[in-house]
């Protein structure tokens, strides 16, 4: 795998008990801490790592490598970054999906979001939109008229959304039945060529990242009918909420965990670097071009999103009556 040299890890002097573990790890800037990444180079993941990376190089005092390692869906990743040793050494950085959803869409997922990380802190938060094709529906320009459209015709239905199991996929779970639609989904295996169907006009609807939506919406091929987020975040376009689907409203979060049983101190160090680098004005530009919003909660903060999320989703996945996959 390609490795970049992007950020540092923290500086602490020695002295004795724990707090030599925490300067054989911090406070040399010879050691390398690892960021692992289950999505490939290039994506909104590994774009969220670089761009926090210059900006935490100060503070935390030694080389950072962002290591990416695709596979099966990102869980490769998740399970590599489980059997690591708990040395402050190995972080995972990825998203909700992961921890929240494929618990329960997987029968045998290779790790247990709850028990096998220690939540360190969210980095961004980001929201998901809900799209049409002008090509396919020209007269669709909101959510309630997409849901007459399919109302009058079932054959319009099909959605495209990031792979099966994903939190676009369970979106359009809910808006099907807030509308009192039949919605067939159409899973892609990454937002690329799901916007790209949606350009042609080979799908009529979609649920991406909000994030890889924006930047098609110059060209007139797509309309973004609303977002889910819980304010505004796009000029003119509804939140899912103001569109008369709270159901909706969701964010997603991408966030730093350390396997289980990691030190407490690597926790804080790590949290309190990646808070200040996202107070840095660069850094939050870069972020609101790509409709992200830096987070930075704490750790015991994160801990209770990452559960809450887990409990919210498992119900969801249980009412859409969908089968856990091998």
């Known amino acids: 795998m390609k490795r970049r040299q992007v950020l540092t890890t923290l500086g602490i002097g020695a002295i004795s008990g724990s707090r030599l573990v925490r300067a054989q790890v911090f406070g040399s800037s010879d050691r390398t801490v690892r960021i692992i990444l289950g999505f490939p180079a290039g994506g909104a993941t590994d ?36 059997a690591a040793k708990p040395d402050g050494n190995t972080l995972l950085l990825t998203s909700s999906s992961l921890m929240a959803v494929y618990p329960h869409a997987y029968k045998n997922l290779g790790y247990d979001p709850l028990r096998d990380f220690v939540p360190v802190t969210s980095v961004v938060n980001m929201e998901f939109g809900y799209v049409a094709s002008t090509a396919a529906a020209p007269k669709v320009t909101t959510l309630r008229e997409y849901v007459q459209w399919v109302k009058a015709n079932p054959l319009n239905g099909n959605y495209g959304a990031v792979g099966t199991g994903s939190i676009p996929h369970f979106l359009g779970f809910l808006l099907a039945r807030a509308g009192g639609i039949q919605l067939n989904h159409v899973p892609f295996n990454g937002g690329a060529p799901n916007l790209q169907a949606l350009n042609g006009g080979q799908i009529p609807f979609g649920i991406d990242v909000l994030a ?105 996945v249980a009412d859409s009556g969908f089968k856990p996959l091998d």
């Open 47 to 82: 774009a969220i790592a670089r761009i926090v990376a210059p900006h935490v190089e100060k503070p935390l005092n030694a080389k950072v490598i962002v290591e990416n390692k695709p596979g099966a869906g990102a869980r490769i990743a998740n399970t590599y970054v489980k």
């Open 212 to 316: 890889g939506i924006v930047p098609h919406l110059s060209t007139g091929r797509l309309r973004l009918l609303a977002t889910s987020g819980t304010e505004r975040s796009v000029p003119g376009v509804p939140t899912a909420s103001e569109a008369g689907f709270p159901d909706l409203a969701t964010e997603d979060y991408t966030g730093l965990f350390y396997p289980a049983a990691t030190p407490n101190e690597f926790v804080q160090q790590v949290q309190g670097a990646v808070k200040s680098a996202l107070q840095q004005p660069s850094v939050q530009e870069s972020f609101r071009l790509l409709t992200f919003k830096p987070s930075g909660a704490d750790s015991a903060q994160f801990t209770q999103r990452v559960n809450s999320d887990f409990y919210k989703w498992r119900k969801v």
